[in-house]
């Protein structure tokens, strides 16, 4: 049995994703309300489709996912090379989901920490992330983290939102 006061970040495990799927869904439909329609987040974005999702993430090992668990899975973020054309160079955050009801005890800082500890183990020294424009409180999460709007902008078409990238460049005591 895991120890509660000793939480674990690692890569995802086949029996995490119906809870990683839980945790995709309920923090979109908190996150993204009034950024997303409504019958994005409530008709098309169930558990049972991300829980397809997920599974052929961790079957066919096309996307790195890493969760947040002391024993309960509170958490999950998902990382990686960077796919933009422009920082090909750089490790990307691209995506981080903390259960709702899970939010404000630091367990998103300590993933965003991870996730810039095994960029700079793995050599990068720089992390981007994207975030819709309308999403204030990441905003003000990543700025808090120490991450800086870079300018560059793309539209969201399935959601006709904008979205706005955020970088940040690892320390040398990361790297």
């Not at 796919?83 to 995506?95: C, H, I, Q, S, V």
Request: hydrophobic share 35%; net charge negative; glycine share 6%.
């Amino acid at each position: 049995m895991k120890n509660n006061t000793h939480p674990i970040i690692r890569p995802i495990q086949l029996s995490d994703v119906p809870r990683v799927a839980e945790i995709h869904v309920f923090g979109w439909r908190s996150a993204y309300r009034g950024i997303v329609s409504d019958e994005h987040l409530f008709k098309n974005m169930l558990v049972s489709n991300r829980i397809k999702r997920f599974e052929n993430s961790v079957l066919n090992k096309t996307e790195e996912i890493h969760v947040y668990d002391d024993g309960i899975v509170k958490a999950w973020i998902s990382i990686g090379t960077c796919r933009d054309e422009d920082k090909t160079a750089a490790f990307e955050l691209g995506g981080i989901y903390v259960d709702p009801f899970m939010q404000r005890q630091g367990i998103g800082a300590k993933m965003v920490t991870y996730c810039e500890e095994l960029a700079a183990s793995r050599g990068y020294n720089e992390i981007c992330l994207w975030t819709f424009e309308k999403n204030l409180s990441a905003q003000a999460f990543y700025e808090k983290m120490g991450y800086v709007q870079d300018g560059a902008t793309k539209l969201y078409e399935n959601f006709n939102t904008m979205g706005m990238r955020y970088t940040k460049i690892l320390e040398d005591t990361l790297c």
